[in-house]
């Protein structure tokens, strides 16, 4: 059974605009997700291993936001909402339930600008209503001329391969679904790019693997591929680290070694393994004449 819930609060202040997604505030219409990705940073004891089986919907968001967008208009306070930050906002059952779509209304409504962060090709619905807040949304001033664009659309990849994807994002549309919903948006001029986070070391991060992934995504066009490795927490069965672990186990036991020495006692990879990763990913981005950021 879908678990509903009522907020007080729907749009959330960033303490700071982050530099990678230039969040001023965040909407999560939903909590817990279907897509199940292993490495998710949400994660925990309190989801459990199946993350589909505890999500919520925020059913009174709509009326929630609306006072809060309208307040933060009145006051000309206007800046970038990222949509989502803890979960998707095109899980399988927004198909019917459509609160994103509503919630989508309401930014253009009060012409807030929006950065649409998905693995979901269900997003292509709700096209023509992105389209009109690109054009309509206050921008704040200090991305005016940096960006031009009020909607940006981050399509979110860990590999294009569709067998490490269904062995690590199980419940998540299909890359090359991905991959085709950032063409349409590309062709629809909107800005549109690729979030290639969080690349998987020595299985999705390999020299081979990084040039097939920026060579394929060279031809579609984005407006940006910004990369980065994985971080992995937690010690409960339903953590990530323990799932990632395990899934390497399974699938790549040549490997178990590596991540064992990597994840045992950090949760994240070693500094001088993220700067040649970065290096990596800088070259590539020159190579095929791509953005490493949205500004």
């Known amino acids: 059974m879908l678990n509903e819930v009522h907020v007080k609060s729907v749009l959330n202040k960033t303490k700071r605009r ?10 999560n219409p939903y909590s817990a997700c279907s897509f199940n990705c292993l490495y998710c940073y949400v994660r925990g004891s309190k989801y459990g291993i199946n993350m589909a089986e505890k999500i919520s919907v925020k059913i009174n ?3 929630v936001l609306e006072k809060q967008l309208k307040s933060r208009a009145n006051k000309k306070q206007y800046g970038f909402v990222v949509f989502s930050s803890a ?5 399988q059952l927004e198909k019917d339930l459509l609160l994103s779509r509503r919630i ?3 930014f253009l409504k009060y012409r807030f600008p929006v950065h649409i962060i998905t693995k979901s090709d269900l997003v292509l619905r709700d096209l023509e209503i992105i389209c009109e807040i690109n054009k309509t949304a206050i921008l704040p001033e200090d991305l005016k001329p940096q960006i031009g664009a009020g909607a940006l659309i981050t399509f979110s990849f860990s590999t294009l ?43 999705t991060d390999t020299g081979a693997n990084l040039e097939q992934m920026y060579s394929v995504f060279s031809k579609v066009g984005p407006d940006y591929v910004m990369a980065a490795s994985v971080s992995l927490f937690g010690n409960s069965p339903s953590d990530s680290k323990n799932l990632v672990l395990r899934a390497v186990s399974k699938h790549f036991p040549e490997l178990e070694g590596k991540y064992g020495r990597i994840f045992s006692k950090n949760s994240s990879v070693p500094s001088h393994y993220h700067a ?9 981005c020159a190579k095929y004449n791509l953005k490493s950021r949205i500004i």
């Open 104 to 106: 989508l209304e309401l």
């Open 61 to 63: 968001a709509i009326d």
């Open 18 to 27: 982050d530099a990678w997604f230039l969040d001023d505030y965040t909407v």
């Open 276 to 284: 040649a990763l970065l290096k990596k990913t800088n070259e590539l």
């Open 87 to 91: 979960t998707d906002p095109y899980l």
């Open 161 to 203: 391969d569709e067998r490490i994807a269904h062995i690590f994002e199980p419940g998540a549309p299909a890359p090359s679904r991905r991959l085709q919903a950032l063409a349409a948006f590309k062709k629809a001029g909107l800005r549109a790019g690729v979030s290639l986070m969080p690349l998987l070391p020595y299985i």
